[in-house]
């Protein structure tokens, strides 16, 4: 079982959709990211989390440490936010390396 | 004030080559974190180099892989005697502190044939 869960793998959804993307993760942590990466891009920082939630434009993330996830929200989704959204964990167990979820594939079409 | 600059963008090796790929951090970051995504794979840990010293190296190869981060010019990841199965793209991340935000860098899609 790998220490952090993503779901769903894929995800296809219509320009104006509300979009979930979630993580689950198996150990205590000091902080969970969420990442965006384009294909054949570079990775951008969407947010970093050690609790409750954030929000920036139309992204929003929360964190739930008692139950071990965290969700990244996406309002009004535009084909733009089309990429792959990765969650990553900084474990207290792990020094301050990020283990990585494998990642959600969002299309988002018009 | 700009990003993690990493180069080349694109390499390509002929098996048994030397691959050096580099990575400046954002100004201020002492901190450098380096991973390797192989096709159709998720990120994995490789090195954590702070100036001059390597914290981590618990997901680095045990053989022909090397990184360092010298006081002054860039953090270097070198792959000695490429093989095909090293082709990935390898991103570099930079923080100020050890436990703060990293930002990551475009990466260097390395290819061997």
């Known amino acids: 079982k790998n220490e952090v869960e993503q779901s769903p793998q894929n995800l296809t959804a219509q320009e104006g959709e509300f979009i979930t993307i979630n993580c689950s993760y198996s150990v205590g942590i000091s902080a969970l990211h969420w990442l965006q990466q384009h294909p054949g891009g570079g990775i951008v920082s969407l947010f970093m989390l050690s609790s409750g939630k954030k929000k920036h434009g139309r992204l929003i993330a929360t964190i739930n440490i008692q139950e071990k996830h965290s969700s990244l929200h996406i309002t009004a989704s535009h084909p733009r936010d089309s990429a792959v959204y990765i969650c990553a964990v900084r474990g207290m167990e792990y020094g301050n390396k990020l283990v990585f979820g494998a990642g959600t594939i969002l299309r988002v079409k018009s | 004030n700009a990003g993690v600059m990493q180069n080349p963008r694109h390499l390509v090796r002929r098996r048994g080559q030397e691959a050096r790929l580099r990575c400046s951090p954002m100004k201020g970051h002492s901190h450098v974190y380096w991973y390797r995504q192989l096709p159709e794979e998720g990120l994995k840990f490789m090195v954590y180099?702070?100036?001059?010293?390597?914290?981590?190296e618990s997901g680095m190869p045990k053989e022909r892989f090397s990184a360092e981060f010298p006081k002054e010019g860039p953090s270097i990841l070198r792959i000695q005697q490429v093989v095909r199965g090293d082709s990935a793209a390898y991103f570099c991340?930079?923080?100020?502190?050890?436990?703060?935000?990293?930002?990551f860098g475009q990466g260097t899609r390395l290819t061997v044939v």
């Open positions: 991340a930079s923080s100020p502190l050890a436990d703060t935000e990293a930002f």
């Open positions: 180099l702070q100036k001059e010293n390597i914290i981590d």
